[in-house]
């Protein structure tokens, strides 16, 4: 039997925001002090550059059977699951760290196994925040969900990371395995959803998903903006630790501090993103978002001064955050509540299945050029797309 959506007031969606929280505030603990930790232990553009490819691969090869899977099972017991087996993982990577045997091959394992839980959660919390929001309540859902993940993943995480990576690197990953583990007790407290009914086999629900998503019109165009910012953002996130240290010469433990930044811009993001889509069409404000992305990106690569570095992760802030939520929204809104799972993982698999190859890029494009150089071509690639793909975005 469904479960009937109380709205965002309700108190099933009160209690899937605590466990976002809670699980947030840790991944942004683990995804500061991950790339940190590589890029301190081995200053090598590559061993960045590999860990950075492992931990978005999953989204390549995993996320699509993930989906359909989770359009079978319960989405409350696939949540729950994924938490346990990344604390666990978690807490094993912080007792390598701790005993000195966090190989490159150990962390980019661990970055694997890690973002491959990620795609089953991932989609099964959409179908949770459907359900329990109701269509009326889909921005306000999704404006919620980018704040809490703004100050969990962007501003407390950082913020904890830089204080722990300073004591003892091997904290970071404990505390992230500790907030799984909250956070699966708090998810099993969430009202539970049946799951859709199916008559067709597990390759028929892939490609069905599959299909939806590219014969429309409005997530077509969606899929391919999302694939190109994140094969750019993937570039970028794997040399920021290495830009930081080698180029605006911060400590290690100030590193965090940009995130910080950028979390600041989010939330103003998810805050203003509803307004002003209200005003001026969701299409065209999502443009807007793309070309400040853009610039954003490009600013951070051709003034490397602490100063400029802030306002672009000012920026770049404020612009993801604005997109995600319009965006979300707009591919809730056009998927049938049967087939949010497996859409919204061929959504992923699709629009971030360019990501490793960005983030294996970005380690050579580094070496043979310079740190700075891939921020300015990501920053340009991000800006053509937004010129190329403004009228489909705002007629979707």
Same mark, same amino acid.
């Given at each position: 039997m469904r479960h009937t959506a109380e709205g965002v007031r309700g108190r099933g969606f009160r209690r899937l925001t605590a466990a976002w929280a809670v699980s947030l505030v840790g991944d942004g603990v683990r995804v500061v002090a991950l790339p940190l930790f590589t890029a301190a232990s081995t200053r090598s553009p590559l061993a960045v550059s590999a860990v950075a490819v492992a931990l978005t691969l999953p989204w390549l090869l995993v996320a699509l059977p993930a989906g359909a899977l989770v359009d079978r099972w319960r989405p409350r017991t696939v949540v729950v699951a994924a938490h346990w087996v990344r604390a666990g993982v978690t807490g094993s990577l912080a007792l390598a760290v701790h005993s000195g045997h966090a190989t490159v091959v150990v962390l980019c394992a661990t970055a694997f196994v890690?973002? #491959?839980?990620?795609?089953?959660?991932? #989609?099964?919390?959409? +179908?949770?925040?459907?359900? =329990?929001?109701?269509? *009326?309540?889909?921005?306000?859902?999704? /404006?919620?969900?980018?704040?809490?993940?703004?100050? /969990?993943?962007?501003?407390? $995480?950082p913020l904890a990371a830089a204080v722990l990576f300073w004591w003892e690197p091997a904290a970071c990953f404990a505390l992230d395995a500790a907030s799984f583990v909250i956070a699966a007790v708090l998810v099993s407290r969430v009202p539970d959803v049946a799951p859709a009914r199916s008559r067709s086999d597990l390759r028929g629900q892939l490609l069905e998903g599959a299909r939806f998503l590219v014969s429309t019109p409005g997530l077509r165009s969606l899929v391919v903006a999302v694939a190109i910012t994140a094969f750019c953002a993937a570039a970028i996130n794997a040399v920021l630790a290495l830009y930081s240290i080698q180029v605006l010469g911060l400590a290690e433990p100030v590193v965090p501090g940009l995130v910080v930044c950028m979390a600041a811009g989010a939330l103003l993001g998810a805050w203003l993103s509803p307004r002003l889509a209200s005003r001026w069409g969701a /299409? !065209? +404000? @999502?443009? *807007?978002?793309?070309?400040?992305?853009?610039?954003?990106?490009? @600013?951070?690569?051709? +003034?490397?001064?602490?100063?400029?570095? +802030?306002v672009a992760c000012l920026l770049c802030g404020l612009a993801s955050a604005g997109w995600n939520v319009l965006s979300a929204t707009r591919r809730?809104?056009?998927?049938? !509540?049967? @087939?949010?799972?497996?859409?919204? #993982?061929?959504? !992923?698999?699709?629009?971030?299945?360019?990501?490793?190859? $960005?983030?294996? =890029?970005? $380690?050579?494009?580094?070496?043979?050029? #310079?740190? /700075?150089?891939?921020?300015v071509v990501a920053g340009s690639i991000v800006g053509l797309a937004s010129i190329l793909l403004a009228r489909p975005l705002a007629r979707g």
């Open positions: 890690l973002t #491959s839980a990620e795609t089953f959660a991932d #989609s099964a919390s959409q +179908v949770l925040l459907v359900e =329990l929001a109701g269509a *009326g309540e889909l921005e306000a859902a999704n /404006g919620r969900f980018v704040a809490v993940e703004t100050i /969990g993943m962007d501003l407390a $995480g /299409g !065209r +404000v @999502m443009v *807007g978002f793309l070309a400040l992305l853009g610039a954003a990106f490009a @600013m951070f690569g051709l +003034v490397p001064l602490v100063g400029a570095a +802030v809730q809104r056009l998927t049938p !509540r049967p @087939m949010i799972g497996r859409v919204t #993982s061929a959504y !992923r698999v699709l629009a971030w299945g360019l990501a490793p190859l $960005g983030a294996g =890029l970005a $380690g050579p494009l580094a070496a043979a050029t #310079s740190l /700075g150089a891939v921020y």
